[in-house]
């Protein structure tokens, strides 16, 4: 425990760090794997926009991506991280790479739960003369809000794990604070305190996750 | 001039497995639906008569024929116009198909929201509109807090927020109990003569076209096999597939294996006597019987009414000498349809 107090400004510094990290990805990459989502929802055979050349080649994308173990996508991302950020390492690099791996991954979660909304729906809107850009906006997305919100708190949880290695390319975060100065200096105390920190992070999280989405499924 | 009209339309889909044959589902169509009458569709699942109704608001194209809706084309036109079409046309569901993110209110204006209506204009609207389908104390309400009946009047009023010249109702009653259907079906004839709105309605239930429609169409297999007047499509049904729709809801003349038992416990030759709007009335029928001093005994049948106009068919057993009866049969042939069973 004495350890562990003169680190207290280290390890706020460390969550503000992780919460920076997985905030920023969590916006960019959300934005992406919703777009990324939308499109595979919306350009499979039958849907709205059905064409089976755009949803082979962003299927295959996707699946080429999404596998990938995201210590090694972002050791091979690297130069793409520094031709767009201008840096292959720290935070920035981070960010970006968290972002791309997070799109893809968040596309088939998005994918999946507009999958949920019932096809009627979607045909009542169109009976009624909406197009198909206000049928996605209006209908289709409201429709699955309740499914996506907890989505995107899984998605959360997911890049808070995922952010944990980005010591590796010089970033910060609570990783990088438990591998440092508790494996490291063989100091568990240290390693507990930021699993604790994690742990409140993800459990506050969810409980507002899941409240909203109790609020947008009214149940 | 027809307000729908179809011309030789057929609709196919292409095959469900590469190298299988397209699924031919309207098969060379022609229907002429007038302004202001109700026209009912059915047939069996798989006959058809939902992909039918689809082409009309254009949901399905067309592969090939011509449908014109109000004197506009709605085969081979542009997405945009076909969407201002349908504002023109309402459409029901069997599963209701609400918006169930949006209140009741909120779904009724989202379709006068596309057309573009001013708030003020929607406002007024959807307050008359849940009026008329009595569910103005349900307007902030969402779809999974009312009952099936509630949702389906919340479907009517969205669908008539455009003022619409049709209805398209698809199997608007089939997932609905009898008391709400026959609650629903009131509202769509109040719908048909308050509001003078065409509407077309898709069953698979002969006892919705008997208390809703003025004509019909009997579908099977993609075409249309009979079609005409309800009255005459139900007091004489000349194809198969009418005959097995007419006979789940009028008891006709009884067959043979009905007759075998009708037999058992009756004496007398049994014969049925078929009446239609027009031909002579029972109470002749039997007063002749009862004047040659035959003695009758009713097994089977009943009268069906039909807006105002009555067929049916009665089953006697007749007991007395056989010159008598058959005198009195020879002679009331002239005047109505008279059949010995046995």
Known sequence: MDELIPLTPQLWEATYETLYIVGLSLFFGGLGGLLLGLGLYTTRPGSLLGNRAVFGTLNVLVNIFRPIPFIIFLAAAQPLARAVTGTGI???AIIFTLSLAAAFGISRIVEQNLLTVQPGVIEAARSLGAGRLRIILTIIIPEALGPLILGYTFIFVALVDMSAVAGYVGGGGLGNFAIQYGYRQFNPVVTWAAVLVIILLVQAVQFLGNSLARKALRR | MPLISLRNVTKSFPPARRGGSPVVAIDNVSLDIEPGEIYGVIGYSGAGKSTLVRLINALETTTSGEIVVDGQQVTGVPDR???????????????????????????VAYPLRIAGRSREDIEARVSELLEFVGLSDKASNYPEQLSGGQKQRVGIARALA???KILLADEATSALDPETTHEVLGLLRRVNRELGITIVVITHEMDVVQSLATRVAVMDGGRIVEQGDVFDVFSNPQQAPSQRFVSTVVRGVPSPDEVAVLQERHSGRIVTFSFRDGDSSQASVFLDLAGAGIEFELIYGGINDIRGRAFGHLTLALVGPAPAIDSVLDAM??????KELA
Not at chain 2, 81 to 107: C, Y
Not at chain 2, 333 to 338: A, D, E, K, P
């Open chain 2, 81 to 107: 116009q076909l969407r201002k079409l349908r504002l023109d046309i309402g459409m029901i569901f069997q599963q209701f198909n609400l918006f169930n993110a949006k209140t009741v209110w909120n779904n």
């Open chain 2, 333 to 338: 042939r002239t005047r109505i349809n008279v």
């Open chain 2, 162 to 164: 455009t003022s619409p």
């Open chain 1, 90 to 92: 720290g935070n920035s």
